[in-house]
Structure formats: structure tokens, C-alpha cells
């Protein structure tokens, strides 16, 4: 198997071993990036050769001198293109920041760099991570390594393209409503989201900040959290980060006995018949094992939706007011006055989608709409997160459908963006009542696409969804 293949663990390993080196793990990454980017494009930016081997080699060098080198030992990894790395240009995906290179790290970035992380290059995104398919990408589509015909889901589908290629051997994300997640379970790989305020938000380009939450795309359960154990914990410079230990997760699993529920509203009308043939046979081999499945009810969870696309176009519609043509990012050539400025710059620079979201979001908090939309959806959001904390008090954790189908189409559903919007279903609740939440493939369709189960935990139980994670991946393993 070529290194490129291989898992962050297993990497390491051969790393300590001394039987392979940084600078042969950044040869094998950038060759096969130069395999398959052409078709794929999972990147925005790859950083150049030369710094990057020059930096493995650093580390190779400290290495033979025995000096301790840090938990990620040197590895490359991709990060998503909403994260701010400076000196490194950030896009978002978008015209609007087409030459931006941020002044400072993100938190996530300063933590990676401190851990002996080496920063690969920045992933192609959906337009200010709004999207479900990277293809409002201003820099062109990604593409399901899978199956080049498909999407590779989104918005993090350049991360989670990256990884399942062979591109990087873990990447960073970034999950509003799935966009870690989703991607992840469309490329047959893994994708985490950990609590809302576990991992720091600061130098994220912010979508909707009450669900933002930077995440992880993985090869293995294990990988997922190494990542999360390095980039975790409380930050002084967002206010919402939590202030509570990070917990050390386990690397394999156990023979502990878990209550798994699982919510009747995840499996009606709408769910693919192979999905749920995939998911129906997880449970199985769970209950096979000694796991207890324990039916449950998360009767809000219908109106999770519509909760989910008003909070979010709000908040997107207040924080991408910023982008005005003054301060940074693009400006018209055309300025005129200050309104002509400010209408030319942001009309040339917004894609469709991101305007869209913008409109829909300036609508439900306008004068007349906003107790109408806005406040009733925040209430929702509220009974939504009720319903989740009285299911755990039944179970340890909740397996269902990350989406309704494997991947589709490129092109098949850009234009009815309701039907879009709708592959959100089963991952939004995860973002709007701040839980964490793992996918992991768990099988495959007639056509060869995978197929993602999706685990959720209650509000800071990242080591009790590590562990029925790592349960779940031995069980199907195994099979």
C-alpha cells in the first residue's frame, strides 16, 4: 500500500519505527496530487514543493538528532479554505477574497503548528461554505473521487476529496448543517463534529456562527480524534469556546455495552431503500454483539429544516454584510458613489447561491417577519435540543442516516435549490442543538458509491461517541 494511502496512525508508526520519513510522506502526497488533481480538484492552493519537503525534512532531521517532535509528527495535512492561515491565501471559495492572505493564524492553525503539523495546502469549498456539493466553488467543481461524475459533497467536499483520493491523509473542515459530515459519508471516509464550542472558532470565516463548527476529515475513527485531541480545547479569543477538559479518547475498541437509540422520524418517506438496508444492518450487528437498540422519538426533528434555513441565512445575511468593497476584499472597478460601490462590488463578487442565502436571510429578519421567522425558529431550535437531551436520557448514543441517498450527480440538483436542501435533512439537528456527531461508511450501493451511518452523543460526550465510533468501524470491518 502506497503511504499516501495510509491512516494518520499508521503513519506515525512508521515515522517512530524509522521505517519510512517525512520527506518520503510528503513525496508520495504531492505525487499523487499531481495524479489526480487535474481531476478531482480538491485543492484551492498546494503549497510549493520546495517549502514543504524542506519542512519534512526538518523534522526527519530532529528525529535522528532525538529531539521530541510533536503528536502529529511532522504530517501534511489539508485545510479547509474558510480557515485563516497566514501568510497563506484564504479564499472562501469565493471572488470576494480571490487575493486575501489573513495577517494571523486561526486557533486550529496555531494548535497544528504546535503539534508538529505541516500545512499541505487550503481545500475547495462551497462559496462561504454554502453549499452541499462544492460545486459554488469560484474556483470550479469538486469531484467524488469515488466516481468523477458525482459530487463529493459539501461544503468541505475539497477536505473530505482530498482524503478519500489519497490527496492528504487528514483534513480540516468546517460543519454548519453536515458539511463535514455529509462529505465525508459521500467519499467513504470519516467526518466528525464535535460539541458546538469545543474546537475554537476564531480565524473560521464565519457562515452562521450559532452552528459553525470546525471539524475533521479522516480515513478511521481513531485518526478523527487524534485530530480533534491536538485542535481542541478552551481559546480566550471566542467566547463561545467551552471551558471544560478535553477528555483522552480511547485509540481502539472495547467490549463495553452500549444503548443505541434509534429515532422512527430518520427513517420514513424519503430515505433511499439502500441506505436504509446499509443502516438496518449496522443496527443488526450491533444487537448482535450485546449493544441494546432502544427505539426513540425526536418529534421536532420535523421541522428541523425550515428551523435550520432561517437561523442560518440570518446569520449569513448579518456576518457577510461585512464584504461591503471598503475595508478588504474585493472592490468594483466601477465604483461610482458609495451605494454604486457597495451594490457593484458585492454583486460582482457573491455567487448565486450566496446571494440567494443573503436575501432569504435579510427577509425573515426584516420588520414584519422577524417574530413571524426568525424568533419562532429560535424556539424551535430550543424544543429541537429538548427533544435530543430527553433521548439521552434512554441511550448512550443515536445512530441514523447522515443523508437520504449516497452521492448523486454533478449538475443533477443546482437547479431546484429546495431539492438541494433537502439532502440537509438528517444533519442539521446535529448543528442546531450543538451535539457532537461521527460518520463512517457502512456499506456501499449497486453503483459502487458509499454509504455513511451517522452516530450522535449528547452535549460534550466526544469520548462516548468515540467509543461506539470505534465499535461500530470494528463491527463493520469485520463483517
Known amino acids: 500500500m502506497s503511504l499516501a494511502e495510509l491512516t494518520v496512525t ?20 504531492l505525487e499523487r496530487i499531481r495524479e489526480v488533481e487535474g481531476a478531482v480538484n480538491a485543492f484551492i492552493t498546494v503549497r510549493p514543493e520546495d517549502e514543504l519537503l524542506a519542512e519534512a525534512k526538518a523534522y526527519d532531521d530532529k528525529r535522528q538528532a532525538g529531539e521530541a517532535i510533536g503528536p502529529l509528527q511532522g504530517l501534511p495535512i489539508a485545510i479547509k479554505d474558510s480557515i485563516c492561515t497566514k501568510g497563506l491565501l484564504t479564499t472562501a471559495a469565493s471572488k470576494m477574497l480571490g487575493e486575501f492572505v489573513p495577517p494571523f493564524d486561526a486557533t486550529v492553525i496555531a494548535r497544528i503548528r504546535q503539534a508538529d503539523g505541516i500545512l499541505l495546502g487550503k481545500t475547495n469549498t462551497d462559496e462561504f461554505s454554502m ?19 458525482y459530487v463529493p459533497g459539501g461544503s468541505s467536499g475539497g477536505s473530505a476529496a482530498a482524503v478519500a483520493a489519497g490527496e492528504a491523509p487528514i483534513a480540516l473542515g ?10 465525508a459519508a ?19 470565516i464565519a457562515y452562521a456562527s450559532s452552528l459553525d463548527q470546525i471539524g475533521v476529515c479522516s480515513r478511521d475513527v481513531a485518526d478523527a480524534f487524534l485530530m480533534l485531541s491536538v485542535i481542541a480545547g478552551h481559546d480566550p479569543h471566542d467566547s463561545t469556546s467551552l471551558g471544560t477538559p478535553v477528555p483522552t479518547f480511547p485509540k481502539k475498541a472495547d467490549s463495553a455495552s452500549l444503548r443505541v437509540g434509534v429515532p422512527d422520524e430518520y427513517f420514513g418517506a424519503g430515505l433511499d431503500d439502500e441506505v436504509r438496508a446499509a443502516i438496518q444492518r449496522t443496527l443488526d450487528l450491533m444487537k448482535g454483539q450485546g449493544h441494546t437498540v432502544v427505539p426513540i422519538s425526536l418529534p421536532n426533528s420535523k421541522y428541523s429544516l425550515p428551523t435550520y434555513y432561517i437561523i442560518a441565512t440570518a446569520e449569513a445575511s448579518s456576518n457577510l454584510a461585512r464584504y461591503d468593497g471598503v475595508q478588504y476584499g ?18 460582482e463578487a457573491f455567487g448565486d447561491e450566496v446571494k440567494r442565502r443573503i436575501m432569504l436571510g435579510n427577509y425573515v429578519l426584516s420588520g414584519g417577519y422577524h417574530d413571524q421567522y426568525y424568533l419562532k425558529a429560535c424556539k424551535v431550535r430550543r424544543l429541537i435540543a429538548d427533544d435530543f437531551s430527553r433521548a439521552f436520557e434512554q441511550c448512550d448514543v443515536i445512530v441514523h442516516p447522515i443523508a437520504p441517498s449516497a452521492a448523486f450527480r454533478l449538475g443533477e440538483k443546482t437547479g431546484d435549490p429546495l431539492t438541494m436542501y433537502l439532502t440537509d435533512i438528517y444533519s442539521v439537528t446535529a448543528n442546531l442543538a450543538g451535539l457532537p456527531a461521527l460518520t463512517l461508511p457502512c456499506g456501499t450501493t449497486k453503483d459502487g458509491l458509499p454509504i455513511g451511518v451517522q452516530v450522535v452523543a449528547a452535549t460534550e460526550q466526544e469520548e462516548t461517541l468515540c467509543r461506539a465510533s470505534l465499535a461500530i468501524e470494528k463491527l463493520l470491518r469485520e463483517e
Open 330 to 347: 474585493h472592490r468594483t472597478s466601477q465604483p461610482g458613489g458609495l451605494i454604486d460601490m457597495v451594490t457593484n462590488s458585492r454583486t
Open 10 to 29: 499508521e503513519l506515525i508508526d512508521r515515522l517512530v519505527n524509522g521505517t519510512t520519513t517525512n520527506v518520503e510522506i510528503v513525496k508520495a502526497v
Open 186 to 204: 459521500y467519499c467513504g471516509i470519516v467526518g466528525l463534529k464535535p460539541t458546538y464550542g469545543r474546537i475554537s472558532r476564531f480565524g473560521l
Open 174 to 183: 468546517a460543519d454548519t448543517g453536515g458539511s463535514v459530515r455529509q462529505p
Open 131 to 149: 453549499g452541499s456539493t462544492t460545486e459554488n466553488s469560484a474556483f470550479g467543481v469538486t469531484r467524488n473521487p469515488r466516481n468523477l461524475d
